[in-house]
């Protein structure tokens, strides 16, 4: 008895000391001026962004965005490409028309066995086109994701990045928001597990903050369970979580 139950402490141990995933949709730059290339380059993956982790990924269900407020039908499709067996997917995307082009993937269910659910993460990420700040807080109707309160480019480090959780087009009362740095290259090195992801609560609004002390990208993770259900690789029903994921970049002050 007493090794059944050691054995399921370590279990649950390894499974909370797991790095936590993160759909990730991340463009070559988040402000582009009329003076430079106006090809923004995206890149769609499933990592562990502090860890510096590659998930494989298939391709996603959907890829999209919203330019100025109003959806875009020219967007080019996503190139599968891979990293040591990995997948990710890659887009270069012209932009045509000033404004803030609001970009946004739909992953196909990723099954995870340690956690005994499915994870579906829908990422959004907003870049900045030629001086004309308009749209950038425009909603991509996903069953999930954050309505950023703050303008989400133009941040200093330090800066405090303010958002609102939608759970189909309404505020998610107290909703868990994780956080994460990618960490590129592997240059932070953490102290202990839990400083590897931060944590935050949304009021019963749906609000949350969080001040970013470090320049790069963040990710921020809005998580909540779907009304559905899916059918396991055995067969047996087992829930969702969804998550509205947002990345925001910091630069420092020179």
């Known amino acids: 008895m007493r090794k059944i139950i050691v054995s399921v402490f370590l279990v649950l141990a390894c499974a909370s000391l797991a790095p936590a995933h993160f759909g990730q949709i991340l463009p070559s730059d988040d402000i582009v001026t009329p003076d430079e290339n106006r090809t923004v380059t995206l890149t769609v993956r499933f990592a562990h962004p502090f860890e510096q982790g590659l998930m494989d990924m298939e391709p996603p269900a959907q890829f999209g965005a919203l330019a100025a407020g109003k959806a875009m039908t020219d967007l080019p499709p996503l190139e599968t490409r891979a990293k040591d067996g990995k997948r990710f997917h890659v887009a270069d995307v012209k932009l045509n028309r000033p ?127 779907s009304d559905k259900q899916l059918k396991d690789p055995d067969g047996v029903m087992k829930p969702v979580e969804i998550g509205g994921v947002l990345w925001v970049r910091t630069r420092d002050m020179q």
């Open 99 to 225: 404004g803030d082009y609001v970009f946004f993937v739909e992953p196909k269910p990723y099954w995870e066995p340690t956690e005994d659910k499915f994870i579906v993460h829908y990422a959004k990420v907003i870049v900045q086109a030629f001086g004309l700040e308009e749209g950038w807080d425009a909603l991509a109707g996903l069953p999930i994701e954050i309505r950023p309160l703050t303008r989400p480019y133009g941040l200093w480090t330090g800066n405090v990045f303010t958002g609102q959780v939608m759970k189909n087009g309404q505020p998610l009362p107290g909703a868990e928001i994780e956080i994460s740095y990618e960490n590129e290259g592997g240059a932070v090195k953490a102290p202990a597990e839990a400083y590897t992801i931060q944590v935050v609560q949304a009021d019963e609004n749906g609000v949350f903050s969080y001040a970013m002390p470090r320049a790069g990208w963040w990710g921020f993770a809005a998580l909540a369970e």
